[in-house]
């Protein structure tokens, strides 16, 4: 199936674990360390009344990763170059949207946005171009001419809604596991990028 798919068919649990990943695979650009989303997990994988402190704790993320000014300096000298600062501000958008309502609509609306947002930052970040004109296609299973780094965001959000699909709570420890490799691998681009404008 194809991520647009996925999406349409996951239950709540998956779309907020979905949209969770794809949060925590860009706190590089959130300026965040790497357990500052592990409450919102945590209130995922209790087995009943899951994500029952689920609000409380979005709002503690933000308090901790929403700075004012964020995303500011791009394409600036000195600051963040453009691509840097676009995707600082993609992530911002995905925090500041976190449903604090646990339904399925406010969770598959945002899954699908931070979907979204999570490959454009990918495609602004990647040194290779990336062959489609936007994001869609790519969602929708045409991925011919993909650039590398899009290309394995894409396989990251396939395989954790897969996962999640297969295996319901039992899967978060995997899904969050290839999250957390997603964010290594964004904190080396991110590091890498900086590198070269210095």
């Known amino acids: 199936m194809s991520l647009v798919e996925l999406i349409a068919q996951a239950d709540e649990r998956g779309l907020a674990a979905s949209g969770l990943a794809c949060l925590d695979r860009c706190v590089p650009l959130l300026g965040g360390d790497d357990e500052i989303l592990r409450p919102l997990w945590a209130s995922l994988a209790e087995s009943e009344g899951w994500g029952e402190d689920w609000g409380e704790r979005v709002e503690q993320a933000r308090a901790k990763l929403d700075v004012p000014g964020a995303g500011a300096g791009v394409g600036v000298p000195g600051g963040r170059g453009f691509a840097e600062g ?26 699908d946005a931070c979907s979204v947002a999570a490959l454009q930052i990918h495609r ?8 489609a004109s936007s994001v869609t296609a ?3 299973g045409r991925t011919q001419d993909m650039s590398p780094l899009v290309a394995a965001e894409l396989r990251r959000q396939i395989a954790i809604l ?24 964004l904190r080396a681009v991110v590091s890498r990028r900086a590198r070269g404008r210095v």
């Open 86 to 111: 676009e995707a600082s501000v993609l992530a911002h958008r995905m925090l500041g949207a976190v449903p604090v309502d646990r339904g399925a609509g406010n969770l598959r609306e945002w899954a």
């Open 124 to 131: 602004l970040l990647d040194a290779a171009s990336d062959g």
């Open 138 to 140: 790519r969602r929708e």
């Open 162 to 185: 897969e996962v999640l699909s297969a295996h319901g709570p039992a899967g978060l420890r995997q899904a969050l596991a290839l999250s957390t490799e997603g964010r290594r691998v």
